[in-house]
């Protein structure tokens, strides 16, 4: 699986983005969908995840951001609403072959077994 995302840009703090995730393969529906993000200096962290069941968040993008796909385009989307500055970051879709009940094995990089290039969001004050 190819991963491809897109829509980063710059945007001034309560904006909104759509970020997505094209991906190649046949199978991308027996994916689940993460995204990440990082900051120069910091670890990725997860954002969220969109599995065959369930939708999961992070704490801290929780109500603001909202993960969908579409399986016939094979495209994840992650729309992110009332962004603030702390939401800069390069972000990067990932997909991952193997169901876990619950969100705790979604939230570790280690569960994901492609990833894409990521995008820059910009949010400014």
């Known amino acids: 699986v190819q991963l491809q995302a897109s829509g980063g840009g710059l945007v001034q703090a309560g904006g909104s983005l759509r970020l997505s995730c094209a991906a190649s393969?046949?199978?991308?529906?027996?994916?689940?969908m993460g995204w990440f993000r990082q900051t120069p200096g910091k670890e990725r962290e997860f954002v969220a995840v969109?599995?065959?069941?369930?939708?999961y968040y992070a704490d801290s993008v929780k109500g603001r951001f909202t993960a969908s796909r579409d399986n016939a385009k094979k495209t994840v989307y992650l729309q992110m609403n009332s962004l603030k500055p702390e939401d800069t970051a390069v972000y990067y879709c990932?997909?991952?072959?193997?169901?876990?009940?619950?969100?705790?094995?979604?939230?570790?990089?280690?569960?994901?077994?492609?990833w894409g290039r990521g995008t820059l969001v910009t949010v400014s004050s």
């Open positions: 990932s997909a991952s072959g193997t169901d876990y009940s619950g969100s705790n094995y979604y939230r570790r990089e280690e569960t994901y077994d492609y």
């Open positions: 393969g046949r199978t991308f529906s027996r994916y689940s």
């Open positions: 969109i599995t065959h069941w369930d939708t």
